[in-house]
C-alpha cells in the first residue's frame, strides 16, 4: 500500500497523538487506589498490552518518518527557476516567512518621530532607510512564501509513499 505525502504528514501527526494517548493510558492502569486488604480490579486494557501498542506505534512513526524524510530529499520542486529538494523548498518558505516579518516590522516604523526633550533641545529619531520600501518588500516576501507554500502542498500530493495505513483508519 502506499499514501500520498500529504496523507503522510497528517498520519504522522495522528500516530504522534495516539503515541500520547497511550501513555496517558499506561500512567492510569499502572497504580490503583484501594482500602487495606482489597483486592485490587485489573484494568480492561492492561500494562502489556499498552506497552506492546506503544511499541507498534513508536515502529510505525520511525518507519514513517524515514519515508518522509527519503521522499522530501529525493523529490524536488521548481521555483523562481530553481530546482530544488522539497526538504530545501520547506526550508526556503520558513526563511522568506522570518524575513518577511522582519521587513515588516522595519516597514512599520515612522520615518521621523520626537524621541524628547534635554533641557530646550528636542530630538527626534529619524529612520536610516525608507520605512514603506521595507513594507512593499515584506509583502512581495509574503507572495513568494505563499507561492513556494501552494507549490510544496501540490508536490506532496504527487509523491507517493510505501506505507500501509490502514491500521489509522
Same mark, same amino acid.
Request: hydrophobic share 40%; glycine share 2%.
Given at each position: ?8 504528514? !497528517? ?8 503515541? @500520547?494517548? /497511550?501513555?496517558?493510558?499506561?500512567? @492510569?492502569?499502572?497504580? #490503583? ?7 485490587? !480490579? ?9 506497552? &506492546?501498542? =506503544?511499541?507498534? /506505534? ?5 518507519? /514513517?518518518?524515514?519515508?518522509? +524524510? ?7 520542486? #521548481? ?14 518558505? %520558513? ?9 515588516? !516590522? ?22 536610516? +532607510? ?5 513594507? %512593499?518588500?515584506? %509583502?512581495?516576501?509574503?507572495? @513568494?512564501?505563499?507561492? =513556494?507554500?501552494? &507549490?510544496?502542498? &501540490?508536490?506532496?500530493?504527487? #509523491? &507517493? ?9
Amino acid at each position: 500500500m502506499s499514501i500520498n505525502l500529504a496523507e503522510s504528514v !497528517k498520519l504522522k501527526s495522528i500516530i504522534t497523538k495516539k503515541i @500520547q494517548e /497511550l501513555t496517558i493510558a499506561v500512567h @492510569q492502569v499502572t497504580h #490503583v487506589v484501594i482500602e487495606k486488604g482489597e483486592e485490587p !480490579k485489573q484494568p480492561a486494557l492492561t500494562l502489556d498490552k499498552l506497552e &506492546a501498542d =506503544l511499541k507498534q /506505534l513508536r515502529y510505525d512513526s520511525r518507519k /514513517l518518518d524515514a519515508l518522509i +524524510y527519503r521522499a522530501n530529499i529525493e523529490n524536488t520542486i #521548481v521555483f523562481n527557476d530553481e530546482e530544488m529538494p522539497i526538504v530545501e523548498a520547506i526550508e526556503l518558505a %520558513n526563511q522568506l516567512r522570518a524575513e518577511a516579518a522582519f521587513c515588516k !516590522k522595519l516597514g512599520m516604523e515612522e520615518k521621523e518621530s520626537y524621541y524628547h526633550s534635554v533641557g530646550d533641545t528636542m530630538l527626534y529619531r529619524i529612520a536610516l +532607510y525608507e520605512p514603506l520600501d521595507y513594507l %512593499n518588500r515584506s %509583502n512581495e516576501l509574503e507572495k @513568494q512564501a505563499h507561492r =513556494l507554500s501552494n &507549490a510544496i502542498n &501540490a508536490k506532496n500530493y504527487q #509523491v &507517493a509513499i510505501a506505507f500501509d495505513d490502514s491500521k489509522y483508519y
